[in-house]
């Protein structure tokens, strides 16, 4: 049974870096195939997709977002953590982590997700 | 990037009727040499994450009832719902994973009527 869930702070301040936890379940991260994304929706919009991280550590950003954003994984931990930058309101939006396979992006498990406000 | 454009923004269907939602990427999302369409669906009801129905276009999710079929080629795509039942009531959306980003569309809310 594969479980993801996301942890870390519900508010930052503007400027501030946020850090987000995955911790997942079920699943090993150095499986060849698998891989671990983020994906984030503001309230009541659309899905965003943010990063993604393979087994093998290759790993894929958002182009409009890449500079701010980081992803890393442990897999002794299985954990995948996303670090964004420089963060403004318009940020607000909850974060999704979830579990893709085959080696392509598509997301068949998700977390239920984190909602951060971004707000001074 | 792709753009991915959903048709109609909300739509309302009778119980036990047929549900079509449609999903137009900018640019093909047809892998030519795999002949595989890089497109996928999701649902979302309130409050929960999305979960995937269906991926390459046409291929069910395990555990996804037969009622949900997809459809479609290149830069166009349809979602079809036969026999809408109250649980199907969500908004639905469309993926391309061909190119990064990996892009959404802006979604589809699907009420009974």
């Known amino acids: 049974q594969i479980t993801l869930k996301e942890s870390g702070p519900t508010l930052v301040k503007p400027t501030q870096t946020l850090t987000l936890t995955c911790t997942f379940s079920?699943?090993?991260?150095?499986?060849?195939?698998?891989?671990v994304g983020w994906i984030r929706q503001p309230p009541g919009k659309a899905l965003e997709w943010l990063t993604l991280i393979y087994w093998d550590d290759d790993k894929r950003y958002s182009p409009s977002l890449k500079s701010r954003l980081t992803i890393i994984k442990d897999t002794s931990k299985n954990q995948v953590v996303l670090t964004m930058t420089n963060m403004d309101p318009v940020d607000t939006a909850t974060y999704y982590c979830?579990?893709?396979?085959?080696?392509?992006?598509?997301?068949?498990?998700w977390g239920q997700g984190t909602l951060v406000t971004v707000s001074s | 990037d792709i753009v991915m454009t959903q048709s109609p923004d909300s739509l309302a269907v009778s119980l036990g009727e047929r549900a079509t939602i449609n999903c137009k990427s900018s640019q093909s999302v047809l892998y030519t040499s795999n002949n595989r369409n890089y497109l996928a669906w999701y649902q979302q009801k309130p409050g929960q994450p999305p979960k995937l129905l269906i991926y390459?276009?046409?291929t069910r999710e395990s555990g996804v009832p037969d009622r949900f079929s997809g459809s479609g080629s290149g830069t166009d795509f349809t979602l079809a719902i036969s026999g809408l039942q109250a649980a199907d009531v969500a908004v639905y959306y469309c993926?391309?994973?061909?190119?990064?980003?990996?892009?959404f569309g802006q979604g589809t809310k699907l009420d009974i009527k």
């Open positions: 979830a579990h893709s396979n085959g080696g392509n992006p598509v997301f068949d498990y």
């Open positions: 390459w276009a046409s």
């Open positions: 079920g699943f090993s991260l150095s499986t060849s195939g698998v891989g």
């Open positions: 993926q391309q994973y061909l190119s990064t980003p990996y892009t």
